[in-house]
Nanobody, 122 residues
């Protein structure tokens, strides 16, 4: 079992930055790949970024060059640094524990946090 708690969301102006955190407890954090998803009103949940247990990262095309995922195994925490934010980044952001394959494709397990709201607006 893994418990996940997200934090760091808020209201930010276009072009601004936020850093989301996801604290994990329970099973061995370092053995899981981790992913950040987001869901905007009326839209499906989408994978934004993932990081393997070995530190390999992958990003959705819409956030490449603007977002960066990282993990700190000593703190059992995964981060999502979001820069140059756009109004279309507005969504509820969720942390997830899962696995990756040799092509760095991400497969979520049914371990989700409660989400943290990110609103990008002037």
């Amino acid at each position: 079992q893994v418990q996940l708690v997200e934090s760091g969301g808020g209201l930010v102006q276009p072009g601004g930055s936020l850093r989301l955190s996801c604290a994990a407890s329970g099973s061995i954090f370092s053995s899981y790949a981790m992913g950040w998803y987001r869901q905007a009103p009326g839209k499906q949940r989408e994978l934004v970024a993932s990081i393997s247990s070995g530190g390999s990262t992958n990003y959705a095309d819409s956030v490449k060059g603007r977002f960066a995922i990282s993990r700190n195994s000593a703190k059992n925490t995964v981060y999502l640094q979001m820069d140059t934010l756009k109004p279309e980044d507005t969504a509820l952001y969720y942390c997830n524990a899962g696995r990756t394959d040799s092509r760095h494709s991400y497969y979520p397990y049914n371990y989700w946090g409660q989400g943290t709201q990110v609103t990008v607006s002037s």
